[in-house]
């Protein structure tokens, strides 16, 4: 395997302390990786850098880890622009505009849907994400969930199990039989094809006592549990996912002590999700107050059609800076180690050696810039297991 150096960095974010200045981050200054094949195999300061085969030169410009979007729902087909349109006209947003989605998702064929998610993980490479987790839930049969959940197989090994996105509206009259069907039948054919089960766990989607059955059905089929709780209204869901120790508890708008206590003490990440905040006009979650606990926390792009219609890490990077409280370094963090730590990987999210090699050359020199600089295309170059790709 040939080995490449990527030399004369400005700022280098390792997310390993003990490579670099014993912050969070590990900065090294005028730093240099060495890759070889998919894995990073040297780091540290450039004029002490190995001979190697080929070499990069950054031109002083910062290099960070690839983002790690840990939440996101590209499985679907259509836009809700009217619902969108409407909703920025003063029309609060409700859980069931996902069944606007889900008529134009079953009316897709395979082809069109993976053109759909090809289309939306392109445009996130350009923005610097190299590992994404995607999920069904916009299917809402047997069928249409499998089927989701195969295409997405295709593209990330990150695949979760969301029939429990809302009610089917097959079964608008029978909710109960509808939650039969997701642990029952519908699990049986989705499970081949996923990693993880999921749950809204919401006023207008699953209460409490129906996500419990939905996510221990899941794990008794060996799929580990997330939790979309907590992100219209106070409830179970950031409890019952730590409880459960769910990798993740997703949204974590409306908090109260005890909820932000067992995060703190359990081993759930809370990602956090501005994006959908910032397309509903909805209250930010308070990401200093869950960090300030001693939680984990994520970022990531909840990439869906209807409340949250952006491929942008850099985008919810600056979102959480300006508007949830968090610092430069812990959005950066969150949004690369953080959500290494939502999908349970320790070979993601770091420059280090043993780690996959998945770097983003920025454009300026420093990963502070993401937040200082918001909407400008900063992202210069990518490195996707090892491969330029951009």
């Given at each position: 395997m040939t080995t490449t150096a990527i030399t004369n960095i400005a700022s280098l974010v390792t997310n390993d302390p003990s490579l670099g200045d014993n912050s969070p981050l590990g900065l090294i200054l005028d730093a240099a990786v060495?890759?070889?094949?998919?894995?990073?195999?040297?780091?540290?300061?450039?004029?002490?850098?190995?001979?190697?085969?080929?070499?990069?030169?950054?031109?002083?410009?910062?290099?960070?880890?690839?983002?790690?979007?840990?939440?996101?729902?590209?499985?679907?087909?259509?836009?809700?622009?009217?619902?969108?349109?409407?909703?920025?006209?003063?029309?609060?947003?409700?859980?069931?505009?996902?069944?606007?989605?889900?008529?134009?998702?079953?009316?897709?064929?395979?082809?069109?849907?993976?053109?759909?998610?090809?289309?939306y993980l392109t445009e996130a490479l350009r923005q610097g994400t190299t590992t994404f987790e995607t999920k069904s839930g916009y299917g809402l049969t047997v069928e249409d969930e499998a089927r989701a959940l195969r295409i997405a197989a295709r593209h990330t090994d990150e695949v979760t199990y969301l029939g429990a996105h809302v009610v089917s509206p097959d079964y608008a009259d029978d909710p109960a039989g509808y939650v039969d069907l997701v642990t029952g039948p519908m699990l049986d054919a989705c499970a081949p094809y996923a990693r993880w089960v999921d749950v809204f766990c919401e006023k207008g989607a699953f209460d409490g006592d129906q996500a419990r059955a939905i996510l221990t059905a899941g794990m008794a089929k060996g799929l580990h549990p997330r939790v979309h709780a907590n992100q219209l209204s106070y409830g179970p869901g950031v409890q019952l996912a730590v409880e459960l120790d769910a990798a993740s508890a997703d949204h974590c708008t409306h908090l109260t002590d005890a909820d932000v206590d067992a995060l703190a003490q359990g081993n759930t990440v809370a990602t956090l999700l501005p994006g959908a905040e910032f397309s509903t006009r909805a209250d930010w979650p308070d990401a200093r107050r869950i960090l300030d606990a001693g939680a984990t926390v994520a970022l990531s792009t909840d990439c869906n059609p209807g409340s949250s219609f952006t491929s942008s890490m850099p985008f919810c990077v600056a979102l959480a800076v300006r508007d949830m409280g968090m610092t430069p370094d812990e959005a950066l963090w969150s949004a690369t180690a953080g959500g290494a730590a939502a999908l349970r990987r320790t070979d993601i999210g770091r420059i280090a050696p043993g780690a996959r090699a998945d770097l983003v050359l920025l454009d300026a020199p420093s990963h502070v810039h993401l937040a200082y600089r918001p909407g400008v295309p900063l992202v210069q170059a990518v490195w996707q297991r090892g491969e330029r790709t951009l």
């Open positions: 060495v890759i070889k094949g998919d894995r990073v195999v040297w780091t540290g300061e450039s004029s002490k850098a190995p001979a190697t085969d080929n070499a990069v030169d950054a031109g002083g410009r910062a290099v960070i880890p690839g983002f790690v979007d840990s939440h996101s729902h590209l499985l679907f087909a259509g836009d809700r622009t009217q619902e969108f349109n409407a909703r920025m006209s003063g029309r609060p947003y409700t859980a069931g505009g996902i069944r606007t989605t889900v008529a134009a998702t079953r009316a897709a064929t395979d082809d069109e849907l993976s053109a759909n998610v090809v289309r």
